[in-house]
């Protein structure tokens, strides 16, 4: 069996107010049907966003932390010496948010509210063979389910990434 690992960093927007690069890793291993052409992935990475506001004379300061995971299936194609895939999964995303009050002598956290948003994933890219592994470019879209309540974050986006993977083989299937 054949896994990969793959640290990717993607620059994330949702069209809106985050506009923010996501670090993620990928583990993935290629399957040996389809001519070896699929693979199922588990990515797991982080975002995080500010914005600053004020009600009145009162500074306020939001801060969103979000976990996306992704389990997710591609199809892959070889053409010359690039391998162009696309494929599709699901998300689960761990939301955090706060909101801290400023004021000139301190900063009080006035709410923290915790949720989670599920969504589906669309992607496509390529990877071309370098070294030991493959760097690949990928271009991505989530649809996800919106919160309520303070955490109304919308991480429904746009996602454009590199990353390198890394192969290692655990056992051979038998074929």
């Known amino acids: 069996m054949e896994l990969a690992i793959a640290p990717k960093l993607h620059f994330f927007t949702n069209f809106g107010k985050i506009i923010t690069v996501r670090p993620a890793v990928a583990l993935s291993t290629r399957l040996p049907w389809l001519q070896r052409r699929l693979d199922v992935s588990f990515s797991v990475g982080y975002v995080t966003a500010g914005l600053d506001f004020s009600e009145g004379q009162q500074q306020y300061h939001s801060r969103l932390h979000a976990w996306p995971l992704e389990l997710f299936a591609t199809y892959a194609l070889d053409v010359a010496r690039a391998r162009f895939f696309f494929g599709a999964g699901a ?51 989530t649809f996800s389910t919106r919160s309520e309540g303070l955490v109304v974050a919308g991480l429904s986006g746009f996602s454009l990434g590199v990353g390198y993977r890394l192969p290692f083989r655990i056992f051979h299937w038998q074929e």
């Open 91 to 141: 998300q689960l995303t761990f939301l955090r948010a706060s909101v801290t009050s400023r004021s000139q002598q301190e900063n009080e956290l006035v709410l923290r509210q915790g949720d989670v948003e599920g969504g589906l994933l669309l992607l496509t890219g390529a990877e071309f063979a370098l070294g030991v592994g493959a760097l690949f470019a990928e271009v991505g879209y």
